[in-house]
């Protein structure tokens, strides 16, 4: 079983659409989530950090599942620059990052 | 301003021939990666830095070797590059005092192995 799950998608949906990506990990010590967007041959940015509370910034919430070891990236009213892959990350310990594959997103006009 | 720079964005290098990668940071981040991304995978940790501290990823290939001379500068050395390592080679920075925070990534360097 891989670390950190995604679905890798893709996912085409039309602009303004409301998206919803899961992704699900495996070591329950893990503790601090996030999830970054990459755009294609570019590096992977910081889109949001996820806390156990859920956290929202503007058009984009997180939410984090303890118990069932997931997280969740809900986007709304999806724009064209929405397209990208989103990737879910998790520190394991003090520093490892793990990534998931990643989920590629295209928001279609 | 680029806070994590690598250099060369793009590098071409013989099968076999020795190669080295760097990365510098203006953070003062005391924690340094290195990851690996292939085409449409996620990227994979090789090793990584926790100050002086060099852990190494259980199956990341001997062939792979790193160095940190000072807190700013990170080298990736591989020592015989094959057709299997062309990849996006991307280096990070986290800081680590007192909890984790998220990294952030250099754009990568695009190597071609021929």
């Known amino acids: 079983r891989k670390e950190v799950e995604q679905d890798p998608g893709p996912f085409n949906v039309p602009e303004g659409a409301t998206v919803a990506f899961n992704c699900t990990y495996s070591?329950?010590?893990?503790?601090?989530f996030f999830w970054y967007r990459q755009d294609c041959r570019k590096e992977p940015k910081l889109l949001m950090s996820?806390?156990?509370s859920g956290n929202e910034d503007g058009r984009f919430t997180a939410q984090l599942n303890r118990a069932s070891q997931y997280i969740s990236l809900l986007i709304r009213d999806s724009k064209l620059s929405d397209s990208a892959t989103y990737l879910c990350?998790?520190?394991?310990?003090?520093?490892?990052?793990?990534f998931g594959q990643g989920t590629r997103l295209t928001i279609n006009p | 301003d680029a806070m994590v720079i690598q250099n060369p964005r793009y590098q071409v290098t013989q099968f076999g021939k020795p190669v080295t990668l760097s990365c510098s940071q203006t953070?003062?981040?005391?924690?340094m990666y290195w990851y690996q991304q292939k085409s449409s995978q996620a990227p994979k940790l090789l090793f990584h830095?926790?100050?002086?501290?060099?852990?190494n990823e259980a199956d990341t290939p001997d062939n792979f070797q790193s160095r940190r001379p000072n807190t700013s500068f990170c080298f990736l050395d591989i020592r015989s590059p094959g057709l299997g390592d062309a990849a996006m080679y991307l280096c990070?920075?986290?800081?680590?005092?007192?909890?984790?925070?998220?990294?952030?990534f250099g754009q990568g360097t695009r190597l071609t192995v021929v």
């Open positions: 990070a920075t986290s800081r680590e005092r007192g909890g984790g925070t998220e990294a952030f």
């Open positions: 070591n329950s010590a893990s503790q601090s």
């Open positions: 996820v806390y156990s």
């Open positions: 990350v998790v520190r394991q310990g003090a520093q490892k990052l793990v």
């Open positions: 953070l003062n981040h005391n924690v």
């Open positions: 830095y926790y100050d002086k501290d060099f852990n």
